[in-house]
Nanobody, 128 residues
Framework: QLHLVESGGGLVQPGGSLRLSCTAN????????IGWFRQAPGKEREGVAS????????KYTDSVKGRFTISRDGAQNTVYLQMNSLKPEDTAVYYC?????????????????????WGQGTQVTVSS
């Protein structure tokens, strides 16, 4: 069964950093644009960042701009989300997903119905 696997979550103090990884179980991520999403307790899932094939273009939700960086390594078949200056409001389960929307110079948006393969998520908790 094709799915994604997220890792790298954990407990971190405010102001700290984490790097999340997204790999594919059974298929190659390279032909896909990728999005990172998160769902906080009691809230709807929201898009955080997205990246096009080969990492040409990225997109971020306003609340993480300047703090989070999405990148990808084709040789490792992995997409990363580097999260710096973490805040308690970043606490959530983080998911990655694939999509074929977007173009070479336009990273995909965050409409969930446009994403196909998802992972099970990794918990990020920001607390002192």
């Amino acid at each position: 069964q094709l799915h994604l696997v997220e890792s790298g979550g954990g407990l971190v103090q405010p102001g700290g950093s984490l790097r999340l990884s997204c790999t594919a179980n059974g298929f190659n991520l390279n032909p896909y644009n990728i999005g990172w999403f998160r769902q906080a307790p009691g809230k709807e899932r929201e898009g955080v960042a997205s990246i096009t094939i080969r990492g040409i273009t990225t997109k971020y939700t306003d609340s993480v701009k300047g703090r989070f960086t999405i990148s990808r390594d084709g040789a490792q078949n992995t997409v990363y989300l580097q999260m710096n200056s973490l805040k308690p409001e970043d606490t959530a389960v983080y998911y990655c997903a694939t999509t074929t929307t977007g173009s070479y110079f336009n990273a995909p948006g965050f409409a969930e119905q446009e994403y196909h393969y998802w992972g099970q998520g990794t918990q990020v908790t920001v607390s002192s």
